[in-house]
């Protein structure tokens, strides 16, 4: 190894003889003793935890075990299925063809135009000729706490009214 003189290294007498060599190492965790794990399990809290933990497994064995009894595409989508519900993130969808999207989108229009058009026909089949009257200008419910008012006659420029 070959030491650069620098201006500095020129001044120091002896630089060879004053050059240190240092090592990272990084800091390893300490491990845990396994006299404090057995401590922890004889707590009741934790036997509780285990319990889960083996149902969770045994949860999870039992699904993987009616997975084996699917056709392969069902057993695909099961997975998939199983992996979402684990945490994973679902997957994206196909790509499809623009131009043949939006001809699906036109089909499905017609066909909910189509569907709307039998129920109408239908609803206007059994309501038969049923029509409401309409009634001009009825508006007997406001005036019923007033009364109604009428002209008798007129005479001499003076209008005589009857309740």
Do not use: W
């Not at 075990?65 to 997957?91: C, H, N, Q, Y």
């Amino acid at each position: 190894m070959s030491l650069i003189m620098t201006k500095a290294a020129l001044a120091m007498k002896n630089p060879e003889n004053n050059f240190k060599f240092v090592k990272f190492e990084a800091h390893k965790p300490k491990k845990k003793n396994t006299v404090d794990s057995d401590n922890n399990e004889t707590k009741p809290g934790s036997q509780q935890s285990s319990k889960d933990l083996d149902l969770k497994k045994i949860r999870h064995e039992v699904v993987k075990f009616g997975m084996s009894g699917f056709d392969p595409t069902k057993k695909e989508e099961a997975r998939i299925a199983l992996a979402v519900s684990l945490g994973a993130k679902p997957p994206k969808k196909e790509y499809i063809n623009y131009k043949e999207l939006m001809e699906k989108r036109k089909q499905e229009k017609i066909k909910d135009t189509e569907e709307k058009q039998q129920m109408r026909s239908k609803s206007i089949l059994q309501t038969g000729g049923k029509k409401k009257k309409k009634t001009n200008n009825d508006v007997g419910h406001l005036l019923s706490s007033y009364g109604k008012v009428k002209l008798i006659f007129s005479c001499n420029s003076k209008l005589y009214i009857s309740l």
